[in-house]
């Protein structure tokens, strides 16, 4: 396949079209795509980027709806790439979520871009920063990385952004608990969504009295009741966002070291990952490699040893 | 450090104090630990694993302690291998939850393993993998495996067990939508959890509207209101992985021969992702890996050429 070119100047002068083919040949690995994301990685580093993170029906997509209808109200565009499965920016949801989420479309200071997260084995803080980096590049000030937290999807997040927003809600049962354990370490800013249900309140107070009894300073932490279109205490979340975005260089630049050394390691992590899988998808019966399988499927070979085998063949 | 030594036939015959002993020097990675993996794990095979997966709020820990409780009154020993943070077998929950559970606690035929997810970057299909080859060399002839339903650790749990069970309760907003994408596709078995609350019906309607539409046989759907106990529905969750129990074992060993393919492939991303987070955190400034690290945080490299770099320093 002949290599596809990229026009990187009007990319990053600010081309959605330029910029929307080059994220799709990044998605199908096309060849040239990864060259042009090496070419644009430079020009970029002025975006804004916020991740939004929480459990299922947390409230997380409407909440980022109402985020950057106060953005755009502020007069800057915005961008949001939605990495969670049950986002209806990424189609997950439904059709009635979805149609609400048009309203943004219609807009052209607001690019939507989701991510498929089905079934995809790792690759996807891969593509989750090549996107942001395809966006940083083509000049949008603000950019909203939506995804599920839970395993390792939480702790990439921080790894791509500049700021995390955790948000929870009050009645998810053990959800504070679950939060307790990874999100709460990641959370630059915490949102209470719903915060209209019975329990709210309690919610807010738990989480600060579970935050003060941690090392680090307590961050802050909002009540908001997002509809699609605004809604309460989604202004002081945006205000809490600019105070985070006004934070001294020097702040952000010994995050982005500790960052850059954890996104190289996940991404060469996946490309490895990437090449074990093709090698024994590859494999056949009588391939070595395929008699390792079969003997770890009949339990003459444990799968630890098998995976030594594997990295030895990969090297 | 000197190998340590386990007695794998005292292991095998059931002694729970060597299992334990190797579980501990697994999670630590002493020397030894990973012969005596290797050498048990051809003794195993024996045992029914059930994973247990769903969103944090749908009551996964008190289901499995009620199915727990079935399987001890109908005479069977059973172990429980909890990987989700907000389970309150890993201690992630509050006190009452946790001391809801020791009621097992005081059962000698029922042990309970939990797997610390803290923090942790990848290594927990290998953790979980390993845990259940000893507890299943160790005699344990069912095993329950609980882990959140979420991004990695959903694919990781079909790769690692004989039968899924995917759990949801009414209520949790979008949560049905979020099975829709990655869980419903490996249930063997579905449970609408929380019984008694309204839309516990309707939830069930949903699940099987929906996987009507799909190209597979639909899933058995259970109705379940689990208490620590017991609980209604139970009996029938439990006969219907005895169904599955009693699978023509061809069809085990197609599903084994698969799962060793991915089992092997994601240990050794695993290896491959600790060996790259190591160079890294080895890296100092003035080294070449240093010096890449400081360029990505500069900008003046992107992240992906970075990796290879760091490939190359790996192969």
Redesign the interface.
């Known amino acids: 396949m002949a290599a596809a070119t990229f026009d990187v100047e009007r990319l990053c002068a600010g081309d959605l079209r330029v910029a929307a083919a080059l994220m799709r040949a990044l998605d199908d690995e096309l060849p040239g795509a ?1 060259e042009a ?2 070419a644009i ?2 020009r ?2 002025r975006a804004f980027v916020a991740g939004v993170t929480g ?5 997380k997509s409407t909440l980022v709806s109402a985020l950057v209808t106060v953005v755009r109200a502020r007069g800057e565009r915005a961008a949001v790439v939605a990495v969670d ?2 986002s209806p920016f990424s189609g ?3 059709l009635g ?1 979805r149609v609400r989420m048009q309203r943004h479309v219609l807009d052209e200071g607001v690019f939507i871009r989701s991510l498929a ?3 995809q ?2 690759g ?1 803080s ?1 593509s989750t ?2 996107t942001v ?1 395809v966006l940083d590049a083509a000049g949008f000030p603000v950019i909203f990385v939506e995804t ?1 937290g ?4 939480e ?1 990439d997040v921080a790894d791509a952004t500049d700021a995390v927003v955790v948000v929870t ?1 009050p ?5 504070v ?2 939060l ?3 999100l709460l ?1 990641i959370a630059d800013l915490l949102v209470v969504n719903k915060g209209d249900r019975d329990g709210a309140d309690r919610a807010v107070a738990d989480l600060t009295a579970m935050l003060a009894l941690g090392a680090r300073p307590v961050p802050p932490i909002f009540k908001t009741t997002a509809t699609a279109v605004a809604g309460a205490g989604i202004e002081e979340v945006i205000d809490g966002l600019e105070a985070l975005r006004r934070a001294p260089l020097a702040d952000r ?1 010994a995050r ?2 500790r ?7 996940a ?3 996946e ?3 990437g090449r ?2 093709a090698a ?2 590859a ?1 056949a019966s009588g391939d070595p490699l395929g008699r ?3 003997s ?2 009949e ?10 085998s ?2 030895a063949v ?2």
Chains 1, 2 share one sequence.
Do not use: C, F
């Not at 339990?299 to 030594?308: G, I, K, V």
């Open positions: 990864r994301l090496a990685y430079p970029g580093g459990s299922p029906g947390v409230g499965p049950s997950g949801a439904l979520d997260t089905r079934g084995q790792g996807l891969r920063a090549a980096a599920v839970a395993g390792q999807a702790l809600a009645g998810l049962g053990d959800d608990q679950a307790k354990v990874g370490e630049a982005r070291r960052q850059a050394a954890r996104q190289i390691a991404i060469a992590a490309q490895l990952r074990a899988h024994l998808a494999a390792v399988i079969n770890v499927a339990r003459t070979l444990d799968p630890w040893s098998a995976a030594e594997l990295i990969l090297e």
